[in-house]
């Protein structure tokens, strides 16, 4: 019995060990997300600015890449060139939502960046990015034209992450 109040402990502790170890193998950019195949959340996002806002029935018919980001995200402007370049080539359709931010920054970083959003919806209390189930900012959803998620970037959209996860999606449902 004595030797159990050592040896259960010990157990115990090397249990939590092998737990943690495997959690450091997995990559974190590959956070589960629920609503992998299914509709898009319902929401109406008033815009930023004098833009159009945005809503769910504006992601219907066409594929579309959903963008959360905010002015005060380092790892958005990381990505913002990406985003350009995306927009500049009109291969998909772009919204943005702009997440718990204030407006003005928001709109000084676009005039200063450039703005490769066809529309934009200001999320101010983030209760969209809640439906959505957004860890952080910038996350990237693909929405196919009938309105489901297909597919969940967390982190900033990087060159690589286009080609091997964006593009072969998006030519498998038809755009790109």
Known sequence: M?????????????ALVVWFGIGLTKDPKKLPSALIDKPAPDFVLPPLGRRQGLAKSDLAGEVTLVNFWASWCVPCRIEHPILMRLAEEGKVRLVGIDYKDKPDEAEKLLSQLGDPYRRIGADRDGRVG???????????????????????????LTPEDWEQHFRPLLEELGRS
Do not use: S
């Open 130 to 156: 809640i439906d959505f189930g957004v860890y952080g900012v910038p996350e990237t959803y693909v929405v196919d034209k009938a309105g489901r998620i297909r597919f969940r970037q967390v982190g900033p």
């Open 2 to 14: 004595r030797r159990l109040v050592y040896v259960v402990p010990v157990l115990l502790f090397a």
